[in-house]
């Protein structure tokens, strides 16, 4: 059996330029070979004594086989435990060996990155028995450039603390194998990693005189032959658009070419894309690219026009330029004051014609930046063409470039946010975001203007649904109740011919059955009525009492979190549970302290209801204080629940439910990672079992025990199962 194992994958035709086999030699995965490889009679059974054979894991690899053989988009939901990442890897690699394309493999998060990196392909390599060249792919920006860390050395402007901090970075610089700021031992700040970091549109390319030690050039080098990339979401987003955008499928844009593609975390690609092919403007992004032209400190002007007034003959624009970027930063500040008073109590802020006259004073100065900015980069672009042609490779010259581009960029969003009502496909609004001084630790509130895209769905269709011959897609939630439909919607999967679409599920292997309870006690008041938040607080206290810490408190508000942390540091003070809360630390320590403190309980929101692993005694219980709907306030979700709403449909059942269902299914598998993991979650939002719709969420989740009854008698059965 084992030998059919064995088969001679040398066998396979030239690899072609854009990354592709002639599709007249593809040869199709055996997907019954395939499986042999995960089986009780495969090389993982032979090495693992404790190995059990995965109905639900070979079923899954055999989908996949023939998503490659057959050119589908598979849409393939894994519960936890399933083992997903053998069973998409396994046949990417046989894919190519068989015909030489390359796999991307697209991932939500860092932590699944290095997974996959440091534990999984390796595996699946020792498994097959063959080797493929993988190589881990991050946006350019993480890797430094050494043209520009050698140009910010040379800069006398710098305070004594970036000054040091320089110095560590081209010590390291010396030293690092790969350039990437991960590989440092420190974090530098953002200010002076943004000046030697490698830009695009700064790349001198083979004019760089640093080409020949360059990470990135040596990066590209290796990717070009490399048969598996594994990327993030971000990053393929950002290859998407350049090839949207004109450099088409068949040549490298951001990434090699590809024509097989694997998304790992598949239902945040909506959120992830969302973000990506949003623009955005603030005071800061602007005044940056100004002040690396040109800025005065301690009597001295700095900058790169000071290299420019020597080579450029057409100097007498140099002052012109100078004195209209203090034009430009005044009326940025005024736009920062007047979009800063729209807030009031709220974090966000949507241009609708309803508010339209309050932004008056914000389209008056968008006006006045807009021609600025187009004074001030015609001036720039008149010094830059009298240069000598000899001259324009010098490095002060490709970096003024790159500012006029960003610069050019800033004032055509100014144009798009002023023409706003001739962009329904957009959604315009304004985020109230946060920095802390490095003198200060209070925060320096400021507003970013933002283009959202209403629908990323026709974008993912026309640059990955449609182009790439295979697309699977998989996660552990990608159903709503029993149906795929909402994630095929809003990922853009439904333009696609519904005969290249396969959607199955396989369910996870763990005993939810015995080793879940599921608790919703019936005397909660509803979250919209007065009293809730009192009785959460009452409520996750005896939750913690009768798990004895080992709590992860989800909620779905900040206001909501401070205050029951607030009321159960009070109520449980003495008890020796230590009571952490998101934003009083890093995120990592947080979870590392969770982690390793077994009376430990941790409150948070947002993030932390998916993405994170604890398996063990350490989390026994996930208490879920409201079903996650997002915020009606949200200016995106706003908008689409709006174009839903006009099209004679309900935003509620097509937006607001499903959304939450995927994001309370994300919620409830913090519980059980391994098979061996038990303990309860706790919903304290009688919706579940009092509205329609809560049955959506209930036949969403793996079959368990269900409890009721008050929050007393819970905590009591609660104390009982968890002894």
Not at 397 to 416: H, I, M, N, P
Request: charged share 25%; aromatic share 10%; net charge negative.
């Amino acid at each position: 059996m084992m030998a059919a194992m064995d088969t001679d994958y040398e066998d396979y035709p030239e690899e072609q330029e854009d990354g592709a086999a002639d599709e007249q030699y593809l040869q199709p995965i055996d997907a019954d070979e395939a499986a042999l490889y995960l089986s009780a009679e495969g090389p993982l059974a032979r090495n693992n004594p404790a190995f059990e054979e995965r109905p639900t894991q070979i079923g899954l690899l055999m989908h996949i086989c023939e998503a490659f053989n057959n050119g589908h988009i598979g849409v393939f939901e894994a519960g936890t435990g399933v083992g997903k990442s053998f069973a998409y890897l396994i046949p990417a690699l046989l894919w190519h060996l068989k015909n030489k394309e390359r796999i991307v493999i697209s991932t939500g998060t860092i932590n699944l990155q290095q997974q996959l990196m440091e534990k999984d392909i390796p595996a699946a390599k020792e498994i097959i028995g063959r080797d493929v060249k993988t190589l881990l792919i991050k946006g350019r920006q993480q890797y430094v450039c050494l043209r520009r860390l050698q140009g910010a050395a040379e800069e006398k402007d710098l305070f004594s603390e970036d000054a040091e901090e320089l110095e560590r970075i081209a010590s390291w610089a010396a030293a690092t194998r790969d350039g990437s700021r991960s590989d440092l031992s420190f974090m530098p700040t953002s200010a002076v990693w943004s000046r030697v970091n490698s830009e695009s549109d700064a790349c001198m390319g083979m004019r760089c005189p640093r080409r020949e030690q360059c990470f990135v050039m040596r990066l590209r080098k290796d990717a070009a032959d490399a048969g598996i990339l594994v990327v993030n979401h971000h990053l393929l987003f950002a290859d998407v658009d350049s090839r949207l955008s004109g450099l088409g499928f068949e040549d490298t844009a951001v990434l090699p070419p590809y024509s097989r593609l694997v998304f790992d975390e598949a239902h945040g690609i909506e959120d992830a894309a969302t973000s990506f092919f949003s623009g955005r403007l603030s005071r800061f992004r602007v005044t940056k690219q100004l002040n690396l032209l040109y800025h005065a400190r301690n009597g001295r002007n700095y900058g790169y026009l000071n290299a420019l007034q020597n080579l450029s003959k057409a100097e007498d624009e140099l002052g012109s330029v100078i004195s209209l970027a203090e034009h430009i930063t005044a009326v940025l500040e005024a736009l920062e004051t007047a979009g800063m008073r729209l807030f009031e109590d709220n974090s966000a802020y949507r241009l609708v014609p309803e508010n339209e006259l309050y932004f008056g004073d914000i389209f008056g100065l968008f006006v006045q930046l807009r021609d600025a900015l187009i004074v001030y980069t015609g001036g720039l672009q008149k010094i830059l063409d009298a240069i000598d042609e000899e001259d324009r490779d010098i490095p002060a010259v490709w970096e003024s470039r790159q500012v006029y581009r960003r610069l050019s960029d800033a004032a055509l969003f100014c144009k798009t946010f002023l023409e706003w009502k001739e962009h329904p496909e957009s959604v315009f609004w304004l985020e109230k975001n946060a920095f802390t001084r490095r003198e200060s630790k209070d925060p320096v509130w400021y507003p970013v203007f933002i283009q959202t895209p209403l629908d990323i769905a026709p974008k993912m269709n026309a640059g990955v649904f449609a182009p790439v011959k295979t697309v699977v897609c998989t996660s552990a939630t990608l159903r709503t109740g029993k149906s795929f439909s909402y994630w095929l919607t809003r990922s853009g999967a439904s333009f696609a011919d519904p005969d290249r679409v396969v959607c199955a599920e396989f369910a996870s292997p763990f005993p939810y059955r015995s080793n879940v309870l599921l608790a919703i006690p019936d005397d909660a008041p509803f979250p919209s009525d007065e009293g809730f938040q009192a009785y959460t607080e009452e409520a996750v206290c005896k939750l913690i009492e009768a798990a004895a810490g080992r709590t992860l408190a989800l909620f779905t508000s900040h206001s909501a979190l401070r205050q029951t942390w607030e009321a159960a540091e009070v109520f449980l003070r003495g008890s020796g549970y230590t009571l952490l809360r998101q934003g009083d630390d890093d995120r990592a320590r947080l979870l590392h302290l969770f982690k390793q403190d077994r009376s430990s309980v941790l409150f948070a929101t947002d993030s932390f209801w998916e993405g994170i692993d604890v398996p063990g005694d350490s989390l026994s219980q996930v208490i879920m204080v409201k079903l996650p709907f997002s915020v009606p306030s949200d200016p995106v979700f706003a908008a689409r629940c709006e174009a839903l709403e006009k099209q004679g449909r309900s935003s509620f059942m097509e937006l607001s439910v499903p959304g939450a269902v995927i994001k309370f299914r994300q919620g409830f598998g913090r519980l059980l990672r391994h098979s061996t993991d038990r303990g309860v979650v706790v919903a304290l939002d009688r919706r579940l079992t009092d509205k329609q719709y809560g049955r959506i969420f209930l036949d969403s989740i793996p079959e368990t025990r269900l409890l009721s009854g008050s929050i007393k008698t819970i905590a009591s059965k609660v104390a009982d199962f968890l002894v």
